[in-house]
């Protein structure tokens, strides 16, 4: 088998008939590829939905879409791997030329199209160029701007496996944690000029909804791949990429923390500061200047990196 789709489904039966509708019509035998929808605790008519189409499905009590990721990645039996929203949709007979395009590689990366729920296009994202590499220059040329959205990979599943990848339980931004050391780790990646991916942007979904929970899970995420970093005694090039790109969920923490309370901000500044041993050299040994700055700044606040960030913004 060439493919396996895994839909992590919680709650989305006004999506999901779409969703699977554009998984259906495809280019490759039907034998060829599999769907496998994880229901994590609906409560909705989604399920229904999902049989009535004929799709595997298996049901869990709600535990999150991380969890929902691994149980289908452990049932998944093809070479590749994408992991699709479900409230999300593909073009219509793309799989084929994604499979060939990726030729054995460990990763292909494409892009997307974001779309409102009236249809209109919001945005588009696509790489400028297409190429193959290894995975730690895909890694350096992208850094901070890596794409972190698990739907914009085919994964081959030796990859994942062979490496014990899977992602982590209970956090927000999981993505953000597994998409750069799955790109480390990989020995070749495509990129795709292609956009195969349809976003619906739209205020239901999980990154359109405020959690005080997610600057403080974006630390969490921070220190795991700055462990990850030191575990693979990474080169200087590749640790300038990794800074830039933890100094920019560091970034992003700060400025989600600012949506929520007195008291969340206040928990936040307290978890950003217990990083202050080692966060200054991290922002110094980025590759953007605003980062730099910050890491020179950040002592002389106290290290307070929410302080730094909105005295920056300042300027902006």
């Known amino acids: 088998m060439k493919l396996s789709i895994v839909i992590p489904m919680y709650n989305a039966g006004p999506f999901i008939r779409k969703c699977l509708d554009s998984c259906l019509v495809q280019d490759i035998g039907k034998d060829e590829y599999e769907i496998i929808v994880v229901n994590d605790g609906s ?36 070479d590749y791997v994408w992991f699709v929203d479900a409230d999300d949709s593909l073009e219509e007979n793309c799989v084929g030329g994604m499979l060939a395009e990726a030729q054995g590689a460990d990763i292909l990366a494409f892009g997307m199209r974001n779309i409102l729920p009236d249809g209109k296009v919001e945005s588009i994202f696509s790489y400028p160029s297409s190429g193959r590499m290894t995975g ?24 994942l496996s062979s490496n014990g990848l899977s992602y982590v339980t209970c956090l927000y931004h999981e993505d953000s944690e597994f998409i750069p050391k799955a790109v480390y780790l990989a020995e070749e990646v495509v990129v795709s000029r292609t956009v195969p991916y349809i976003r619906l942007v739209h205020p239901g979904s999980i990154m359109n909804t405020m959690n005080p929970r997610r600057p403080m899970d974006l630390v969490r995420v921070i220190r795991l791949l700055k462990q990850f970093k030191i575990e693979k005694a990474v080169t200087p090039a590749q640790e300038k990429a990794f800074n830039s790109l933890l100094s920019n969920l560091a970034n992003y ?19 950003i500061a217990s ?13 953007q200047l605003k980062y730099r700055a910050e890491g020179f700044l950040l002592p002389l606040f106290g290290g307070d990196l929410p302080a730094v960030h909105r005295f920056l913004m300042k300027f902006k």
Do not use: H
Not at 142 to 159: G, M, V
Not at 253 to 271: P, Q, Y
Not at 275 to 287: F, H, Y
């Open 43 to 78: 409560t909705d008519d989604g399920p229904a939905i999902v049989e009535e189409l004929g799709i595997k499905l298996v049901s869990q009590p709600n535990s999150g879409p991380s969890v929902a990721r691994n149980k289908g990645l452990s049932m998944a039996g093809g």
């Open 275 to 287: 990083c202050s041993s080692w966060l200054p050299q991290v922002l110094r040994g980025s590759m």
């Open 253 to 271: 923490a700060c400025k989600l923390s600012d949506l929520t309370s007195a008291e969340d901000r206040k928990e936040f500044a307290e978890s």
């Open 136 to 159: 730690p220059d895909f890694f350096n040329v992208q850094n901070e701007k890596l794409k972190l959205c698990s739907p914009l990979y085919l994964f081959r599943r030796d990859l």
